[in-house]
């Protein structure tokens, strides 16, 4: 059986306690990068992370690109969104396709 | 093209055209299999795109009660309320096959079923925008694992058209080509030598009737 986590700064991600995920403080990337690795090898599926620390991550959360096991998904936080996570999805379609073909041509 | 560095012989020959009809169904195969993908990859970005959007949206909304509590509430009382969940979580992960290229399907579940049973703290020293959020977040916890789901999907499918589109274009034009012009090269130095001997015979022959007597000469 697996589980699922969350990782980020205390006031955006205390709320997901109650819901019975795991929730690990982080306040500095490094260790954001730390609980991230010690997740994953617990047996976590799932491991949500919010884009402000994503951001800073971004070469650890790429070792877990291509495993099937564990699933890194970057989540807002209470400072709003970033557009990390749909720019991870552009980043998926220009890896298959060749180009960014989910841009609209009026973005630039 | 560069031809391949091989002596041009007949086996060489036959032994490359039989390379060239594998990798003509190898080139097939995959582009077949690369088209497909691209339609499920597609699909899936389109709808993971929208999830993601909404998911947003929500969360914002979530994390707008949790701001109010916290500065209603001193944040050791906050930290205290969500100290021991009463919910816990468990992920049922198993893989489903697109393409040959296994995907997460993520299953929830949760210890208690019912969503007013969740709460970990008393009603009565917390502010009541907690609850909302807390329950805002509940009701979220299937689109978050569905949009994870998807999200992986995306990426995994990723890899895999990639890797596929390198093979293709590998065999459209490097290999094929390659494999083309070396059966070219030798079919046309094996004709050559056959000239040569045709020419050879027709001499040695005049050579013969010349020494027999029989020679115009």
């Known amino acids: 059986m697996y589980k699922a986590a969350v990782i980020g700064d205390r006031q955006s991600v205390m709320g997901f306690k109650a819901l019975g995920l795991t929730v690990k403080f982080a306040d500095t990337p490094q260790q954001a990068a730390d609980e991230l690795h010690s997740l994953a090898k617990n047996g976590h599926a799932v491991i949500?992370?919010?884009?402000?620390?994503?951001?800073?991550?971004?070469?650890?959360?790429?070792?877990?690109?291509?495993?099937?096991?564990?699933?890194?998904?970057?989540?807002?936080?209470?400072?709003?969104?970033?557009?990390?996570?749909?720019?991870e999805l552009h980043s998926a379609v220009e890896r298959a396709v060749g180009a960014d073909i989910l841009r609209s041509p009026d973005e630039n | 093209m560069a031809r391949l560095n091989v002596n041009p012989t007949r086996m060489e020959l036959s032994n490359l055209k039989r390379k060239l009809a594998t990798a003509r169904r190898g080139h097939k195969l995959l582009k077949d299999k690369r088209d497909e993908l691209m339609r499920q990859f597609l699909d899936i970005v389109k709808n993971c795109q929208l999830l993601r959007l909404e998911v947003e949206k929500e969360l914002q909304q979530a994390y707008q009660g949790f701001a109010a509590a916290s500065a209603l509430l001193p944040p050791e009382m906050l930290e205290q309320a969500f100290l021991y969940p009463k919910q816990s979580v468990e992920i049922d992960m198993s893989f489903k096959n697109v393409m040959?290229?296994?995907?997460?399907?993520?299953?929830?579940?949760?210890?208690?079923?019912?969503?007013?049973?969740?709460?970990?703290?008393?009603?009565?020293?917390?502010?009541?925008?907690?609850?909302?959020?807390?329950?805002?977040?509940?009701?979220l916890l299937q689109k978050l694992l569905k949009l994870a789901e998807m999200e992986k999907t995306v990426k995994l499918l990723a890899q895999e058209i990639e890797k596929t589109r390198r093979r293709v274009n590998a065999l459209e034009y490097v290999m094929i080509p390659q494999y083309q012009e070396t059966i070219r090269y030798i079919v046309m130095k094996l004709d050559e030598n056959e000239r040569g001997n045709t020419t050879r015979l027709m001499k040695v022959k005049d050579m013969m009737l010349q020494q027999a007597g029989y020679g115009e000469g």
């Open chain 2, 100 to 139: 040959s290229v296994s995907v997460p399907v993520y299953e929830i579940k949760t210890k208690t079923d019912d969503t007013a049973d969740i709460f970990p703290y008393s009603f009565a020293t917390t502010p009541g925008e907690l609850d909302d959020s807390v329950m805002k977040l509940s009701e």
């Open chain 1, 48 to 87: 949500y992370i919010t884009e402000q620390l994503a951001a800073s991550i971004s070469a650890d959360i790429a070792e877990y690109l291509d495993t099937p096991e564990v699933a890194v998904i970057p989540i807002p936080s209470k400072d709003g969104v970033l557009g990390i996570g749909d720019r």
